[in-house]
Every structure is written in C-alpha cells, then in structure tokens.
C-alpha cells in the first residue's frame, strides 16, 4: 500500500526523522509518512519482499543470507521458514495473486514456494549458473516468471510457464548487456526489458515480437 518501506543491511546506517540508525544484520520497518522506524526484524539481512497485501514480508537471514523466512508485517513475528538455499539469495518476489514465492541465489537458481502449502514446488536453472541477474517478475495473472540470464548471452530473459512448470521462450534485449530490469504491463500483454547500458526493449508477450526499443 506504499505506507511502509523495508531496509535491510548486514550493517551500515540509515538516515530517517529518527536520525542516523545503525543497523547490523537486521531488517527495519518504517512509516514512509512520518520516516519513523515501527519494526525491527533482528536476522533479516538480506534479500527482501513485501506480499501483495502488505503483510507478510519475506527476507533473506542467517549467515550468508542464505535462508529464507516470512515475517508477519504487523507484528515482526517470524511466521515460517521456508528453508535454507545453497548460495547467497539474491531476490525475492511474490506473484501478484500472493500464492507463490520465488527466489534467486547466487548459485544460478530460481526456487519456487507455493505459499498455500509451504512446500517448495520447482527449481530452474540449476545446477549450471544460468540465473544470478537478482531480476526476477511474475506476469499480472501470476501465471509467468520472467528471469534474466547471467550466463552466455546477457541480453536474455527466460520465460517459465508456472502452472506447467515448463520452459516457454527466452526474450532478447539485443546489446543491453546486462539485464538490471523486467516489467510486465498490468494487462500483460508487453514486458519490457532493460539493460544496463540504456537500452529497453518492448515486445508482445504473446506474438513475442519486438514492438519498440528505447535508448538512453
């Protein structure tokens, strides 16, 4: 709801209305409206992601930053865990619809939770390091998890049929080496894709031509 913003360092300092806050592996709440910290979740230090509704936050702990956990928003109780990861988790993001989890180590893998049974459901990407771009976006309808590659061509964007748990295309940002972001429209009909060096491509998720491409 924009209401609250997260931050979560190993250790380093935040500045708020509070003041300088020091922070050492955990991850703070705050009001966006007053710039007050509300929460402290002590071992959250790492990758982190709001569910759709603003309650639950889900966020990298332990050494290595390598387990992840769901926090209760309101509370700063610890929920569940949903288990620890090889590598060091590099994104979170929730579906749209707020039933599924994915999350992307440093390993190259991308896991997939479904959050109504808490059991992890696919792995992509493993075991070569295809996925370590800390990109990830779920198409509106939940029903597509875009992740770019780090390995060979660095200018791609993997889709994944989620309900078949089944590799559909890969996108090309021709020369945006390396992919920094992926956006689905809210209708889903287009993702754009961006590199690091400015360039943005616009094609149609489901003709999967490129409609436009813009420079910095």
Same mark, same amino acid.
């Given at each position: ?90 994104? =979170?993001? +929730? %579906? @749209? *619809? &707020?039933?599924?989890? #994915?999350?992307?180590?440093?390993? !190259?893998?991308?896991? $997939? ?68 972001? =992926?956006? +689905? %429209? @809210? *209708? &889903?009909?287009?993702? #754009?894709?961006?590199?690091?060096? !400015?360039?943005?491509? $616009? ?14």
């Amino acid at each position: 709801d924009g209401r609250t913003l997260a931050t979560g360092l190993e250790t380093g300092t935040v500045k708020s209305a509070e003041g300088p806050s020091e922070l050492s592996g955990a991850t703070s709440l705050w009001n966006v409206s007053t710039g007050k910290r509300t929460l402290t979740l002590a071992g959250a230090n790492g990758a982190e992601a709001f569910s759709p509704d603003g309650m639950v936050l889900a966020a990298a702990s332990g050494t290595g930053a390598s387990t992840l956990y769901l926090w209760t928003a309101v509370t700063g109780k610890q929920a569940s865990g949903l288990g620890k990861l090889p590598g060091t988790i590099l994104d =979170v993001a +929730f %579906s @749209p *619809d &707020g039933k599924l989890l #994915a999350a992307e180590d440093n390993t !190259g893998a991308v896991y $997939l939770w479904n959050l109504v049974t808490g059991r992890l459901t696919e792995t992509f990407g493993a075991p070569s390091p295809a996925y370590t771009a800390a990109v990830l976006a779920f198409s509106p309808d939940s029903k597509i998890l875009a992740v770019p590659l780090n390995s060979g061509a660095k200018d791609q964007v993997n889709l994944w049929n989620l309900n078949a748990n089944r590799f559909v295309t890969t996108l090309t940002n021709p020369g945006g080496l390396p992919v920094t972001s =992926v956006t +689905f %429209s @809210p *209708d &889903g009909t287009m993702i #754009a894709i961006s590199g690091q060096n !400015g360039r943005t491509s $616009l094609l149609g998720t489901t003709t999967l031509k490129r409609l436009a491409t813009f420079t910095d």
